[in-house]
């Protein structure tokens, strides 16, 4: 299974390859051909990777990639090296072709050989400027107090002595996402983030509770785990016990002595 970000890449790569005449999209149109190359129901982590994950020109929350660049308009085009990029986004400008089924390779191919290579067709706006609404079109069933409710009940959960660990690991979590981990039976599993929170799935099919921020950070603030009962109060312990006991997310000088 292609991970989100990827996802959302192939499909604005296709929209440029069928629409050579256009330098860029809205956000629905290539939310709109995720929905028609899919043969699974949309996840739930295309709309923020559109709106937010996937571009480069916006503040990082909290994926790095730089895969889109936002125009003035509220339009989408794909990144190019060279394009202005938020300082803290460091992570990679399109998919690693392995992470790509073969029928794929050839957009890797067209991106490096052609598209990376144009100049835009003209002069773009400040890239500061071009934030500003990032992410509207999407976010417009979301009212407001829905919004409040989801900032406090995990974003403003930041306990000083936490935040450079817990935010260190969470980025790796953001890194490794669709990569496999093992829970404590040996049995292989996989994870989304999803804005503030994790989906985990395994055996093909997502499991039905969605781990959020606070219980990441309540989790790290208790490293090293010797067991599932140590977070056992935490959304998914079991999956977030085998996270939190793997070398990809957390390293010996994570733990202190």
């Not at 990082?60 to 125009?71: C, D, G, T, W």
């Not at 794909?78 to 300082?87: I, M, S």
């Not at 890194?175 to 929170?197: A, M, S």
Request: hydrophobic content about 35%; proline content about 6%.
């Amino acid at each position: 299974m292609l991970k989100v970000a990827d996802e959302c890449w192939v499909a604005l790569a296709n929209l440029h390859r069928s629409n050579p005449s256009r330098e860029s999209f809205r956000p629905t149109e290539i939310l709109n051909r995720v929905k028609a190359d899919s043969q699974i129901p949309v996840r739930a982590g295309v709309q923020p990777h559109i709106a937010v994950h996937n571009v480069a020109n916006v503040p990082p929350n909290p994926a790095q990639y730089r895969m889109f660049y936002k125009l003035a308009s509220g339009e989408l085009r794909l990144f190019r090296p060279g394009d202005a990029a938020h300082a803290r986004r460091k992570g990679k400008i399109r998919p690693d072709i392995e992470d790509l089924p073969t029928e794929m390779h050839d957009l890797i191919d067209w991106y490096d050989t052609v598209y990376a290579r144009q100049v835009p067709a003209s002069p773009e706006e400040d890239p500061v400027l071009a934030m500003v609404g990032v992410g509207e079109e999407l976010w417009k069933k979301e009212d407001g107090d829905t919004f409040i409710r989801r900032l406090r009940d995990e974003r403003s959960w930041q306990p000083a002595e936490l935040s450079t660990t817990a935010d260190e690991l969470w980025s790796r979590l953001v890194k490794h996402q669709g990569e496999y981990f093992l829970l404590i039976t040996g049995r292989k599993f996989r994870y989304e983030v999803d804005g503030n929170g994790v989906w985990f799935e395994r055996d093909g099919r997502r499991i039905n509770r969605r781990l959020g921020r606070k219980d990441f950070d309540k989790a790290v603030s208790r490293l090293p785990l010797h067991t599932t009962t140590d977070i056992k109060d935490c959304g998914a312990p079991a999956f977030l016990y085998g996270v939190l006991t793997d070398s990809r997310i957390v390293r010996k000088s994570d733990i202190a002595a």
